[in-house]
């Protein structure tokens, strides 16, 4: 283990508790993520992700200057987490990372009245601040995986629908050899390729088991046939090695997709027809192409 990253997450953690303990509008902030798991806890290259409760979000979120005391910054911004909440994003010298979720105090005061747990709060949660004693309604009993939404007939063709025009269109840009397009937009398909697989997993082991989120992890519980089509659907810059994983890309998702249907008893839309079909008629033009 890095005992200089250790170490300094460490002391952040304190300093902007003590920081915090002075400034009104802050009312809790808790550590989520890595830094507060025993499952899959740190490594020497995570960072540290902070949850932060306050009457004047917007101060936090449009503004850099508050880190100042915590630390040298090299860089700060604005953006969203993958579940689109807003955050700061802060890089400080020795390139430690500490991303800020910034969040109002009327989620918090709503959570804890209906005594319920903060979604980030299941694998692990460390406290930080908590000046109105509320952590105890808001804390899961113990540390698990988060209940995942049953996957519903919508739900898979909506997915279906999306992977098969983003898998035609990622065609076309290969065979145009706009290669930066298609590249950007083979990060799209490979989310929803991410979804079914996650799906598979669980036609396959059960509704509980664990997909992590995000790809985190996926080598340990993807399929390891699944993994290693995985492996084969990312390729090369080059038109024909991203055609190629293409066709891998579109192979194993027809495959995944089948079987998540025949597990949970949902119909293939015929999206995936029409864009085959596509691929046959045109397969003159492909080969002269490619």
């Given at each position: 283990m890095n005992c200089y990253a250790a170490e300094f997450y460490t002391h952040f953690a304190d300093r902007f508790t003590e920081w915090a303990g002075y400034v009104d509008d802050i009312q809790a902030a808790f550590i989520i993520g890595s830094r507060a798991r025993m499952d899959h806890p740190a490594d020497d290259w995570?960072?540290?992700?902070?949850?932060?409760?306050?009457?004047?979000?917007?101060?936090?979120?449009?503004?850099?200057?508050?880190?100042?005391?915590?630390?040298?910054?090299?860089?700060?911004?604005?953006?969203?987490?993958?579940?689109?909440?807003?955050?700061?994003?802060?890089?400080?010298?020795?390139?430690?990372?500490?991303?800020?979720?910034?969040?109002?105090?009327e989620e918090l005061n709503h959570l804890a009245q209906t005594n319920?747990?903060?979604?980030?709060?299941?694998?692990?949660?460390?406290?930080?601040?908590?000046?109105?004693?509320i952590c105890s309604h808001i804390m899961p009993r113990n540390f698990h995986a988060p209940a995942?939404?049953?996957?519903?007939?919508?739900?898979?063709?909506?997915?279906?629908?999306?992977?098969?025009?983003?898998?035609?269109?990622?065609?076309?840009?290969?065979?145009?050899?706009?290669?930066?397009?298609?590249?950007?937009?083979?990060?799209?398909?490979?989310?929803?390729?991410?979804?079914?697989?996650?799906?598979?997993?669980?036609?396959?082991?059960?509704s509980d088991y664990d997909t992590w989120h995000?790809?985190?992890?996926?080598?340990?519980?993807?399929?390891?046939d699944v993994?290693?089509?995985?492996?084969?659907s990312f390729g090369g810059f080059h038109q024909s090695e991203s055609w190629d994983a293409l066709m891998e890309s579109t192979a194993l998702f027809k495959r995944l997709s089948h079987d998540v249907a025949a597990g949970f008893d949902f119909t293939i839309p015929e999206t995936e027809k029409f864009v085959e079909l596509w691929f046959v008629s045109n397969k003159d033009q492909i080969a002269g192409a490619l």
């Open positions: 995570s960072d540290m992700d902070i949850l932060l409760f306050t009457t004047n979000p917007s101060y936090y979120l449009e503004h850099s200057e508050w880190l100042e005391g915590l630390g040298k910054v090299l860089c700060s911004f604005s953006t969203y987490t993958a579940g689109g909440d807003p955050e700061r994003l802060s890089l400080f010298e020795g390139g430690y990372q500490v991303d800020f979720v910034v969040a109002n105090m319920t747990v903060h979604g980030n709060f299941y694998r692990g949660v460390r406290v930080l601040v908590d000046k109105n004693s995942a939404p049953p996957v519903t007939q919508e739900a898979f063709s909506h997915v279906c629908h999306m992977f098969w025009f983003v898998a035609l269109y990622v065609a076309k840009q290969i065979l145009r050899n706009e290669m930066w397009v298609a590249k950007a937009r083979d990060s799209d398909l490979k989310g929803l390729l991410l979804r079914m697989i996650e799906w598979y997993e669980k036609a396959a082991n059960g995000a790809g985190r992890f996926l080598q340990e519980w993807a399929s390891p993994y290693a089509g995985v492996s084969a």
